[in-house]
């Protein structure tokens, strides 16, 4: 999924990485692509006291297509960041928040076709594709885990493009204290949940935190994630 031009794709086990076709380095301001965004950008609620920090920010991700431009979606996380390339993943405890901005259907990026409008089930992917990034098993070597990743993240896209069916149930969350219903799954290596929140769509994935004790609110000072 490409963003921007001097973007790449992330693959699972560099830096953790739980947001597929993110910026390939750090900008000079970690906070400059939340900044630029023009919705909220949203994280756990005041419940949550423990560590928060910067993930990545990008531009035109709406499930497998990507269209260059303003910044679309991006990633706030809590707990122990992922674990990076061959360290031991499982003992991390960690909450990913994703906010992606809601979009309608527009042209793609070379102007050949069009890009879906976002949904849930956007979120839902981006979710899906993060907790895998974040927890890939680390004994696996190079050529086992890209087949793990893509037979994994197949099944986390068909997961996703179905929110009612048998694999999902509802968890209702607050969110800016009021309660707001929540697409739901756990598995082995976590939990993935997906829904809406004012102005944007929401997905979260986690391991070790509990989801059902979640509570998420509209960010009111991105330095609070900074860690500088």
Known sequence: MDTTSSARTVTAGEQGAPVVGAQAGPP???????????????????GWTGRRWLMQAGAGQTARGAQRGSVDYGTLGHGDEPARQYEPRDMRRFAVVVTMARRDVRRSADNTGTL???????????AGSGLLAATWPGQLDRALRQDWLDQQTALAWDLADDLDGPGWSTLTLPVNGLPQPFRYRESEYGWVLAGEAPGVLLGAYGRGVSAYGAGFSAVQDLTNYDGR
Request: charged letters at 15%; glycine letters at 4%; a negative charge.
């Open 28 to 46: 000079a301001d970690p906070l400059a692509p939340y900044l630029a965004a023009d919705f909220p950008w949203y994280g756990l609620d005041e």
């Open 116 to 126: 879906e409008a976002t949904s849930a089930s956007s979120a839902a992917w981006l």
